[in-house]
Nanobody, 122 residues
Framework: QVQLVESGGGLVQAGGSLRLSCVVS????????MGWFRQAPGKEREFLAA????????SYADSVKGRFTISRDNTKNTVYLQMNSLKPEDTAVYYC???????????????WGQGTQVTVSS
């Protein structure tokens, strides 16, 4: 069983930046592909970015491509999401998740963190 804990959320003005972190425990991080997702009130959980276990491959949703960057440091068992040029519509709870394969489908991820709130003011 793998445990994930997100941090780094908060309140930021539009145009600002935040870096989210996700610390993984219970298993070696380099055996998992990792993803970041978000869920706004009344909306479905949305895929944002994924990174393969080696870090050699990444994938992004169109809504964040060019603004968000996913990265990982397997020596620290940590995955990051650098978020730049934030917009009010980026306001949501952000989750990291682990999967056995490099995928972008929400249902393919079987381990989830508790989420961290990101609020972008206009």
């Amino acid at each position: 069983q793998v445990q994930l804990v997100e941090s780094g959320g908060g309140l930021v003005q539009a145009g600002g930046s935040l870096r989210l972190s996700c610390v993984v425990s219970g298993r070696t991080l380099n055996t998992y592909s990792m993803g970041w997702f978000r869920q706004a009130p009344g909306k479905e959980r949305e895929f944002l970015a994924a990174i393969a276990y080696s870090g050699s491959s990444t994938s992004y949703a169109d809504s964040v491509k060019g603004r968000f960057t996913i990265s990982r440091d397997n020596t620290k068992n940590t995955v990051y999401l650098q978020m730049n040029s934030l917009k009010p519509e980026d306001t949501a709870v952000y989750y990291c998740a682990a999967a056995r394969n490099f995928v972008v489908i929400v249902s393919a991820y079987d381990s989830w963190g508790q989420g961290t709130q990101v609020t972008v003011s206009s």
